[in-house]
Structures are given as structure tokens and as C-alpha cells.
Nanobody
Framework: QVQLKESGGGSVQSGESLTLSCEAS????????MAWYRQAPGQEREEVAD????????KYADSVKGRFTISRDNTKNAAYLQMNNLKPEDTGVYYC????????????????WGRGTQVSVSA
């Protein structure tokens, strides 16, 4: 059983920063893609950033480029999202989403979601 647990959400004012963390636990062989999504009230879930296993530079939604940075620690099966210069439109529930091979090199590859952490940014 694989679980993803996010932390680091909160309420901040415009221009401030937050760092989100997500750590996977369970029978994990390798985490390939680590991604962050967010969902604002009344809107669809959208991808914010993602980072592949062997990459050091992530991919970002245009709305967060230059303000957010995704990173990962493969020894901890963890992803981080450093969010700077937050804006009210960044408000929403943030979810981590991992592509994981379980067990061993021949194990199955599946997608997992965290339960989400709330980020609220006031003007």
C-alpha cells in the first residue's frame, strides 16, 4: 500500500512564501514523476509543476513560472514546492501526484494522489 502525505499549506498574505512537502511511503521501488496540482473553488484541477526522476529542472504552468520551484529528494521519495510571491489567485487545495513503480524492477507502475493541503492567499 502506497500513501502520499502533503504538508506545509496555510494562510498567507499576498507576496509571502510557502513551501509544500509531499512524502510517499509504502512498498516503493522508484518514483518516476513527481507533480503538484491545485484546485481552486469551482474550478478544475490543474497541474502546477512536475519533475521527472532524473531531471533537475521542472516544468511549470505559465501562471507560476518564475515564482514556484519544484524539487525532489529521491532518497526520501519526497517532493517539494517552494512558492514565492504568492498571489490571491494561487489560492486552492494543492495535491501531490506521483507515478510510482512498486515492489521491484518488474513491479507495476501506478499513479497516486495525496489528500491535498489548503493554501489561502489574501490580498
Amino acid at each position: 500500500q502506497v500513501q502520499l502525505k502533503e504538508s506545509g499549506g496555510g494562510s498567507v498574505q499576498s507576496g509571502e512564501s510557502l513551501t509544500l512537502s509531499c512524502e510517499a511511503s509504502g512498498d516503493i521501488f522508484r518514483v518516476y514523476v513527481m507533480a503538484w496540482y491545485r484546485q481552486a473553488p469551482g474550478q478544475e484541477r490543474e497541474e502546477v509543476a512536475d519533475l521527472y526522476y532524473t531531471d533537475t529542472v521542472g516544468k511549470y504552468a505559465d501562471s507560476v513560472k518564475g515564482r514556484f520551484t519544484i524539487s525532489r529528494d529521491n532518497t526520501k521519495n519526497a517532493a517539494y514546492l517552494q512558492m514565492n510571491n504568492l498571489k490571491p489567485e494561487d489560492t486552492g487545495v494543492y495535491y501531490c501526484h506521483f507515478q510510482i513503480r512498486t515492489g521491484n524492477v518488474d513491479g507495476s507502475v501506478e499513479l497516486y494522489w495525496g489528500r491535498g493541503t489548503q493554501v489561502s492567499v489574501s490580498a
